[in-house]
Nanobody
């Protein structure tokens, strides 16, 4: 029903920045809450950030507060994750996910659709 495609990952040095994009097709994207999750090598997938469909509510995991910013442009069916001051601990495959709700939820169970992921590598 909804397809999500992430892009913007790559290799960056510690302290650098990247902006991830999640482009949606199908459905009414403006009515979906969107979250970003990441899975470091050998670890469980974890919550990163989320935004309600109106953009009025956002949520971040503690480890990225002050460094990452989630935003959305519903006219472009796109959600962004601006990542600044990147650390080696941020290395992971990043996934965007969408759920039909007007909330910024932090659990995977709240999301129905998932992208394929984009890999972020942070070097020292």
């Amino acid at each position: 029903q909804v397809q999500l495609v992430e892009s913007g990952g790559g290799l960056v040095q510690t302290g650098g920045s990247l902006r991830l994009s999640c482009v949606a097709s199908g459905g009414t994207f403006s009515r979906y809450g969107v979250g970003w999750f990441r899975q470091p090598p050998g670890k469980e997938r974890e919550f990163v950030a989320a935004i309600a469909w109106t953009g009025s509510s956002t949520r971040y995991t503690d480890s990225v507060k002050g460094r990452f910013t989630i935003s959305r442009d519903n006219a472009k069916n796109t959600v962004y994750l601006q990542m600044n001051s990147l650390k080696p601990e941020d290395r992971a495959v990043y996934y965007c996910a969408a759920g039909y709700h007007n909330g910024a939820f932090s659990t995977q169970r709240d999301y129905n659709y998932w992208g394929q992921g984009t890999e972020v590598t942070v070097s020292s």
